[in-house]
């Protein structure tokens, strides 16, 4: 198992851009499949981007394709993503993800951060 913990949320204005981080915790950070979800007020979690354990061509939301890139950095236990151009209804607690596939319907969850994008 890892435990995993997001940041670099904020405020920020239309047009703007974020780099949330998500740090692991636990040796075997690598064998694990990470994801972004995120969550706004009164809606359900929603996918927002993927990558495998062996990393390759992340997958997208496609409300988030060509504004958002997903990395990882297996060295540094770290996964990214990286938001341009974030629009209002960016805004959410965003969430990263552990999963032993790609499905992440029983994943290591995050505590989130929140994301405000003001128009």
């Known amino acids: 198992q890892v435990q995993l913990v997001e940041s670099g949320g904020g405020l920020v204005q239309a047009g703007g851009s974020l780099r949330l981080s998500c740090k692991a915790s636990?040796?075997?950070?690598?064998?694990?499949?990470m994801g972004w979800f995120r969550q706004a007020p009164g809606k359900e979690r929603e996918f927002v981007a993927a990558?495998?354990?062996?990393?390759?061509?992340?997958n997208y939301a496609d409300s988030v394709k060509g504004r958002f890139t997903m990395s990882r950095d297996n060295y540094k236990n770290t996964v990214y993503l990286q938001m341009n151009s974030l629009k209002p209804d960016d805004t959410a607690v965003y969430y990263c993800?552990?999963?032993?596939?790609?499905?992440?319907?029983?994943?290591?969850w995050g505590q989130g951060t929140q994301v405000t994008v003001s128009s």
């Open positions: 636990g040796r075997a950070f690598s064998v694990y499949a």
């Open positions: 993800a552990a999963d032993s596939s790609m499905s992440f319907q029983a994943s290591y």
């Open positions: 990558i495998s354990w062996t990393g390759g061509s992340p």
